[in-house]
Nanobody, 114 residues
């Protein structure tokens, strides 16, 4: 399984970005998919997840600003990020979970300037 993340970039505070994660196979094969982020010197943290049935979860720090969604036909999971803050600056990583197995994409850099 390969996960290809894209869509990161440099944006001013208050701006928006949409991240995409394309899987090499059907995303319906996974129990769930999600986005994590990791800033230099910090632990990796969960941002949002979406299950096969479409149930979503958001970290409290992004709730109300970020939206995770999926397009099964395109084998793609998205993360719409609005009202971005400088503290959202990080490498964002796509994740796919299948029971005890976890697959990771290469990450995409998001930088929010103040």
């Amino acid at each position: 399984v390969q996960l290809q993340a894209s869509g990161g970039g440099l944006v001013q505070a208050g701006g928006s970005l949409r991240l995409s994660c394309v899987a090499s196979g059907s995303i319906l094969s996974f129990n769930g998919m999600g986005w994590f982020r990791q800033a230099p010197g910090k632990q990796r943290e969960l941002v949002a997840t979406i299950t096969k049935s479409g149930s979503t979860y958001y970290a409290s720090s992004v709730k109300g600003r970020f939206t995770i969604s999926r397009d099964n036909a395109k084998n793609t999971v998205y993360l719409q990020m609005n009202s971005l803050k400088p503290e959202d600056t990080s490498v964002y990583l796509c994740n796919a979970a299948l029971y005890d197995l976890a697959y990771w994409g290469q990450g995409t850099q998001v930088t929010v300037s103040s």
